[in-house]
Structure formats: structure tokens, C-alpha cells
Antibody, heavy 118, light 113 residues
Framework: QLVQSGAEVKKPGESLKISCKGSGYTFSTFWIHWVRQMPGKGLEWMGSIYPADSDTRYSPSFQGQVTISADKSISTAYLQWSSLRASDTAIYYC?????????????WGQGTLVTVSA | DIVMTQSPDSLAVSLGERATISCRSSQSILNNSKRKNYLAWYQQKPGLPPRLLIYWASSRESGVPDRFSGSGSGTDFTLTISSLQAEDVAVYYCHQYFTTPQTFGQGTKLEIK
């Protein structure tokens, strides 16, 4: 399963790193994906990482805005911002095709609510 | 990027009736060598993460009721709920995992009429 870190309240310009810890499977050999859901809106694919070699892919919409990383030694993936904006307010999900036939996202974290407000 | 477009944006169906949601991709998501469409459907209820319903366009995830079915190939796909139950009220999303960046449809809100 995937367990995410708790809700965060931050001010514009602050930095933040949220986490997603996998358990019960071989974490390093399955891609971890990050998905954003802004308030009342749909799902947006941000990017993904393969923990075994840290191969990382980004959506052009998020490239340069966030950094995805992973520490396979502790089965944890991260999503970080160096300077938050109010528009980063959203729920962020990690997801992985753990039991999947291909790349469909069959396992999801519970979500981390990030609120950015002055 | 592959753009995924769902229709309608919202849908109201009577209990026990059929609900149909469409999803169109801006280019084919069929892997010709594997003869598989890299298209999934998810259900999301308020306050919860999405739940995988259908993968490879028509394969039902374990534990998903058989009233849910998926069909289509290439660029046009459909999610059908054969007999709507009250617990099916949710937002439904299609998702292509054929290529990076992966993309989702905008979602279809399903309600009871």
C-alpha cells in the first residue's frame, strides 16, 4: 500500500516536500506517479519516477515547477517545491501500478492536502 | 500530448437504468503489437482517491461489480454501467497510459435522476 504524509499549510514562497511510502511490495521496481487535484477539479498527471534507478518523467505542465525524487532504501517517493504559490493549493496523490497488467494505476495513496495561503 | 475528452460532463440517470460515458483520445492509444488499448477508467467519490475500475479499455479490475464494463478501441472508448445503483454516484475519469505525459479526461459527474 501507499501511505502519504499529512496535510500541510504553507505561505507563498515557502518550500515543501511531501512523501509517499510504499509497503508490502518491492517498492523499487514499480513506477510511482504523482497526480494533482485542485479544489473541485479533475485529475492531472504530474510525473513519475522509477525508484530503482531514479529515472524521472515530467508532464510539460509541471516540468521546472516541482521535483520528484525517491529513496529506495526507505521505500519512499517525494514531491517537492522550492517556492510555493497559492495556485499550488490542491490534493496531491501518489499512485502506482503495483498489481497492474501494464501501467494502469491500481494503488493510490490517501492524498496530501497542500494549502498555500498568506 | 494526447488529449482525452469525455462526454458528457455530467449525467443524471434513474436507478436501475443504463449509464454511458464516452472518452475520446486525440490519437490512437492502441499498441498494435500487443493488441491492447492503454486506457483505464476510474471512479472517484468525495473525499477519496480514485479507484481503478477498468484497464486495457475492457478488462474489469478484481472486485469491481460486473455491471461496470468498458469497450472501444483506437481513439473512442465507452464506460457503461448496466443498471445504476445508488453507490455508483461519483465522478468518472478515463486515463491513457500509452505514452508520457499520461493524461486524464476532465471527468464526468454521475448523479441519480
Amino acid at each position: 500500500q501507499l501511505v502519504q504524509s499529512g496535510a500541510e499549510v504553507k505561505k507563498p514562497g515557502e518550500s515543501l516536500k511531501i512523501s509517499c511510502k510504499g509497503s508490502g511490495y518491492t517498492f523499487s521496481t514499480f513506477w510511482i506517479h504523482w497526480v494533482r487535484q485542485m479544489p473541485g477539479k479533475g485529475l492531472e498527471w504530474m510525473g513519475s519516477i522509477y525508484p530503482a534507478d531514479s529515472d524521472t518523467r515530467y508532464s510539460p505542465s509541471f516540468q521546472g515547477q516541482v521535483t520528484i525524487s525517491a529513496d529506495k532504501s526507505i521505500s519512499t517517493a517525494y514531491l517537492q517545491w522550492s517556492s510555493l504559490r497559492a495556485s499550488d493549493t490542491a490534493i496531491y496523490y501518489c499512485a502506482s501500478p503495483i498489481k497492474a497488467a501494464a501501467g494502469e494505476l491500481d494503488s493510490w495513496g490517501q492524498g496530501t492536502l497542500v494549502t498555500v495561503s498568506a | 500530448d494526447i488529449v482525452m475528452t469525455q462526454s458528457p460532463d455530467s449525467l443524471a440517470v434513474s436507478l436501475g437504468e443504463r449509464a454511458t460515458i464516452s472518452c475520446r483520445s486525440s490519437q490512437s492509444i492502441l499498441n498494435n503489437s500487443k493488441r491492447k488499448n492503454y486506457l483505464a477508467w476510474y471512479q472517484q467519490k468525495p473525499g477519496l482517491p480514485p479507484r481503478l475500475l477498468i484497464y486495457w479499455a475492457s478488462s474489469r479490475e478484481s472486485g469491481v461489480p460486473d455491471r461496470f464494463s468498458g469497450s472501444g478501441s483506437g481513439t473512442d472508448f465507452t464506460l457503461t454501467i448496466s443498471s445504476l445503483q445508488a453507490e455508483d454516484v461519483a465522478v468518472y475519469y478515463c486515463h491513457q497510459y500509452f505514452t508520457t505525459p499520461q493524461t486524464f479526461g476532465q471527468g464526468t459527474k454521475l448523479e441519480i435522476k
